[in-house]
């Protein structure tokens, strides 16, 4: 039996995965995941962490997206083709927006440029 606690086998396991689907050849990828796995434990060694599912990322992305595709009067079509509301598309877009002008505020009123 292994003396590598389960987590940190599993993150070895799938980031060696994850490196040869990127095209590195098995013992590159198995180096560079069990480096992974050292960096993660002396950065991360004896602290409880939480992974959360993922969702929340998901929906980010899909709301990015929507953004992205939103042109003022396809309210209706973002709906069908995410399967969400109608107010779901607005709420999104609304939240998006808000973001976007906050962070063009921000880059206005920062000290990076004093002429």
């Not at 396991?13 to 590159?28: E, F, M, P, V, Y």
């Not at 602290?47 to 599912?53: E, I």
């Not at 993922?54 to 309210?75: K, W």
């Not at 709906?79 to 939240?95: F, G, L, M, N």
Request: hydrophobic letters at 35%.
């Amino acid at each position: 039996m292994s003396k590598t606690p389960e987590f940190l086998s599993d993150l070895r396991d799938h980031t060696k995965a994850t490196l040869i689907n990127r095209g590195l050849d098995d013992n590159a990828a198995a180096d560079a995941a069990s480096e992974i796995c050292k960096r993660m434990t002396n950065a991360w060694g004896g602290v409880q962490v939480y992974f959360p599912t993922g969702l929340s990322l998901e929906l980010d992305a899909q709301a990015r997206e929507i953004y992205a595709e939103f042109n003022g009067h396809n309210h209706t079509y973002l709906a069908k083709k995410y399967d969400r509301s109608e107010q779901h598309i607005y709420r999104v877009v609304k939240k998006l927006r808000a973001e976007e002008l906050a962070r063009h505020q921000l880059d206005m009123f920062s000290e990076g440029d004093e002429s």
